[in-house]
């Protein structure tokens, strides 16, 4: 441990697997205190087991005020402090394209994913403006950028947390908090999101091959990827960068 | 354990500004670094500095002969070479109308062809054993500056430049990533020349401090930190990807 994140306190959503979880212990490893949340509370305990002392898990709905108002208030309790948000509980509907859109799809994954992180926004700015700034990260994903047809609500709220994101920087630096917002997008994950996705097609071979072929670098890339993105952002390595998109994609936008 | 260990990096510019920085960064990291620059002087300085993992080359990236002789060397001195940081580069007031012909080719030949030079040759030498390679393009490349014609101008085909060699190894499978890093307004030895230069400095400065909502100014080490990202293994999925560090200028 080379201690990047010494004495940084941070929020983790959707931290039962995943970036979530691989984030959570990078961050860990390199000194931060975490607080991972997820609905999934066995994962999540997994998850804070993995960090020992350094964690704890609280299970929390992100689509719900007061949830967020009563996680932030364990962080502050537990740890005294907030100086890092990672967002990125999310959800993926496959087979959601326009025509066939389904209203309770279409409000599932607008809510998790970009009414979530409005919240987390929302409610990680009054904390670290107190802690004397603070970085927020956002997972966005290479379809804020690029559009897939059968992603619909998907694209759609990626696309909104792109602009959110800069729109929270912009903000912030005008407020002269020293509170930072970021993005991140990724490209298709070997992570459980996808993993289920695959596991209920007939071809799950065939699909992962088409989804690696669209990464130039011709593999998918796994939750670490992210995380070290993740621990850049979370650090103030990254003091100077806001309102910025990261993409960790093996070259999918690039094109 | 470094970030950088096993890693030899050529970095051109690296006598000040950013490559200097980034090269004390990434030996710090564990990297061997060749400090290649047309200023002897302080690219010896920087070089001796950091110590026995480091050595300077007179590089002129406008010169393929230049080019040849700093690959070379770099490889001599430290048997290998897996790591390009482009970051020579030069800025120039001009829009389209007061800038002279001499001022466009120079900006083009340093700035794009100096640094397609250098990822020609680095990926003839890391496709066999895989590489990265850091192209220092500027927000400049992707938004217009009226003032900055040429600069704007090169800095953007730096920023495509990079996306159409990362595509190119990717496709063939070769382990040779290519990302550029599109600072804001860094403050180093260039920036304080620009100003200088101005009519109003004092003017001219406040109205680029305006630029960036973050209300700092960047450090080179804040570019550095990026470069030591994309320079090691944990940004092994990350190709044609631009970085934008920028204090968020780019964010409005």
Not at chain 1, 112 to 124: D, P
Not at chain 1, 169 to 175: E, F, R, T, Y
Request: with cysteine; net charge negative.
């Amino acid at each position: 441990m080379s201690g990047r994140l010494k004495n940084k306190v941070a929020l983790v959503t959707g931290g039962a697997s995943g970036f979530g979880r691989q984030s959570a212990i990078r961050l860990a490893e390199e000194g931060a205190l975490v607080c991972i949340t997820d609905l999934n509370e066995a994962g999540g305990e997994e998850t804070a087991a993995m960090l020992g002392p350094r964690g704890f898990f609280r299970r929390q709905d992100v689509t719900r005020e007061d949830d967020w108002t009563a996680t932030i208030k364990a962080v502050l309790d537990r740890f005294a402090k907030l100086d890092v948000l990672v967002n990125s509980a999310g959800v993926a509907a496959a087979a959601d394209n326009i025509e066939d859109a389904d209203d309770a799809i279409w409000d599932l994954v607008m809510d998790v994913n970009l009414t979530g992180t409005w919240l987390g926004c929302r409610h990680a700015i009054a904390p670290m403006r107190r802690a004397g700034g603070g970085s927020i990260i956002n997972l966005a994903s290479v379809l804020a950028l690029k559009g897939e047809g059968g992603a619909l609500a998907y694209c759609a709220s990626k696309g909104g947390v792109r602009l959110l994101t800069k729109s929270v920087a912009v903000h912030c630096g005008n407020q002269r908090n020293n509170i930072r917002c970021n993005a991140i997008c990724p490209g298709y994950m070997l992570t459980g999101m996808l993993r289920d996705f695959l596991d209920s097609l007939n071809d799950r071979e065939g699909e992962h091959a088409r989804i690696a072929a669209m990464h130039p670098l011709g593999r998918l890339g796994d939750a670490d990827d992210i995380a070290q993105m993740v621990l850049y952002l979370a650090s103030d390595e990254s003091r100077f960068v806001t309102g910025a998109e990261m993409i960790v994609d093996g070259g999918f936008t690039a094109g | 354990m470094g970030r950088c260990d096993g890693k030899v990096a050529l970095v051109t510019g690296g006598a000040s500004g950013i490559g200097a920085a980034s090269a004390r960064m990434l030996a710090a990291q564990g990297a061997q670094v060749m400090i290649a620059d047309r200023d002897t002087a302080n690219g010896k300085a920087v070089a001796a500095e950091i110590g026995s993992n480091a050595a300077f080359v007179a590089l002129d990236v406008a010169s393929q002969d230049s080019w040849d002789a700093a690959v070379a060397a770099t490889i001599t001195a430290f048997g290998g070479w897996n790591v390009l940081v482009n970051c020579a580069g030069i800025l120039r007031h001009g829009s389209i109308e007061s800038e002279t012909m001499d001022d466009w080719r120079q900006t083009m030949e340093v700035n794009v062809k100096g640094t397609w030079r250098g990822c020609k040759l680095a990926v003839a030498h890391m496709k066999a054993g895989g590489g990265s390679i850091v192209n220092l393009s500027s927000i400049a490349g992707i938004e217009g500056g009226a003032d900055l014609c040429a600069y704007s101008t090169s800095k953007g085909a730096v920023r495509l430049l990079t996306k159409s060699v990362a595509l190119y190894c990717a496709e063939r499978g070769w382990q040779v990533r290519c990302n550029s890093v599109n600072p804001g307004i860094i403050e180093t030895p260039m920036l304080e020349t620009y100003f200088a230069e101005r009519d109003d400095p004092q003017a001219e400065r406040e109205a680029w401090d305006r630029v960036m909502p973050l209300g700092i100014r960047g450090e080179p080490e804040d570019i550095g930190h990026m470069i030591v990202y994309l320079a090691c293994d944990e940004s092994r999925l990350v190709t044609g990807a631009e970085m934008v560090v920028d204090g968020g200028a780019m964010a409005r």
